[in-house]
């Protein structure tokens, strides 16, 4: 079956440690977003990927970092510059088309506590 | 910028009776609007869009949702909950600032339907 799958789901973190966020898709989409997921404010975009070996900041990068060497893979590092990195982190990927609305597909998350 | 816009944090409602999850928009241009379901720890479902078209769409799991331009609305319905409906939704319009063709979230309504 075709998907998204993010791991570890569950995750924790010593202060001042970076960690790694691993999501890879098999749907063979262009496009690849990451989300951070906090109670009462919905989802807010961390980077995304429009293509291999590009990627932007999205409206929170401050203390993340992302790569993408591989059109499946994208993997997102969350580093000790981030002030509050507790969170449900969500990954998703969509076919990337400029024309129409496309349809995001996500993965089942990973939640990162810092001890 | 784009934007959604959901007013009610949580709603209840009686296992049979109708259910209406309100969402408005704030949008320059054409807008692309989605709803997404979420259950606990887990990812996000897409449930149904609208692009252009009629105005009121079908989604999974009978839902639907009935786009208003001129009250910028995008309410989620259906006629009939069911206690497996409690869930967390989000509204959601596409966002093509920069390139991006990612998904702006509104915070999320939490439904509760009781037995």
């Known amino acids: 079956d075709g998907g998204i799958t993010q791991s570890p789901k569950y995750l924790f973190r010593k202060e001042g440690q970076n960690v790694t966020l691993s999501c890879e898709q098999n749907?063979?989409?262009?496009?690849m977003y990451w989300y951070r997921q906090d109670p009462g404010q919905g989802l807010r975009l961390i980077y995304y990927?429009?293509?291999?070996?590009?990627?932007q900041k999205g409206d929170i990068a401050e203390g993340y970092s992302v790569s993408r060497e591989k059109k499946e893979s994208f993997p997102l590092t969350v580093t000790s510059a981030q002030k509050n990195p507790t969170a449900f982190y969500l990954c998703?990927?969509?076919?990337?088309?400029?024309?129409?609305?496309?349809?995001?597909?996500f993965g089942a998350g990973s939640r990162l506590t810092v001890l | 910028a784009q934007s959604v816009a959901q007013p009610e944090d949580q709603v209840n409602v009686a296992e049979g009776n109708p259910l209406t999850v309100k969402c408005t928009y704030s949008?320059?241009?054409?807008?692309?609007l989605f709803w997404y379901v979420q259950y606990p720890n887990r990812g996000l479902q897409f449930l149904l869009k609208?692009?252009?078209?009629?105005?009121l769409v079908k989604g999974s799991y009978g839902f639907e949702a009935e786009f208003n331009k001129s009250q910028t609305s995008f309410h989620l319905k259906k006629p009939s909950a069911l206690v497996s409906d409690s869930a967390l939704y989000f509204c959601a319009v596409r966002d093509d600032r920069r390139g991006r063709r990612a998904l702006t979230f509104g915070s999320g309504t939490r439904l509760q339907v009781q037995p």
């Open positions: 749907l063979n989409h262009d496009a």
């Open positions: 949008v320059s241009g054409n807008p692309y």
């Open positions: 609208y692009i252009t078209g009629d105005n």
């Open positions: 990927s429009q293509i291999v070996n590009d990627f």
């Open positions: 998703a990927s969509s076919i990337g088309s400029s024309s129409g609305a496309n349809v995001l597909t």
